[in-house]
């Protein structure tokens, strides 16, 4: 079984930066691996993802140009690098491994995170 430890969030101001990170542990290794986040109200979206070679990234329209996802040489930590944050990013951050399917659908993944809380102010 996959272990998804999720950190970095915390209270930030809009157009600040911010690194979250994805621990993995257990049976983590050859899996995809993607952000999602989940505002109060709003379904889980995809954000950002990277094959297990670290060689290949894709994200969201909607995150494109500011956030960066990458991973460690070790390939256990994935991280989502958040420039120019906006209050509309506040949520819930999620990391995930993509077991079968649209890499794009939260349904797509499983072995989540507890999550980390983004919370951007105006």
């Known amino acids: 079984q996959v272990q998804l430890v999720e950190s970095g969030g915390r209270l930030v101001q809009a157009g600040d930066s911010l690194r979250l990170s994805c621990a993995g542990s257990g049976a983590y290794t050859g899996y995809t691996t993607s952000w999602f986040r989940q505002a109060p109200g709003k379904e889980r979206e995809f954000l950002a993802g990277?094959?297990?070679?670290?060689?290949?990234?894709f994200y969201a329209d909607i995150v494109k140009g500011r956030f960066t996802i990458s991973k460690d040489n070790a390939k256990t930590m994935v991280y989502l690098q958040m420039n120019s944050l906006l209050p509309e990013d506040t949520a819930v951050y999620y990391c995930?491994?993509?077991?079968?399917?649209?890499?794009?659908?939260?349904?797509?993944?499983?072995?989540w995170g507890q999550g980390t809380q983004v919370t951007v102010s105006s």
């Open positions: 995930a491994v993509h077991i079968r399917g649209n890499s794009w659908q939260a349904t797509s993944y499983s072995d």
């Open positions: 990277i094959r297990w070679s670290g060689d290949t990234t």
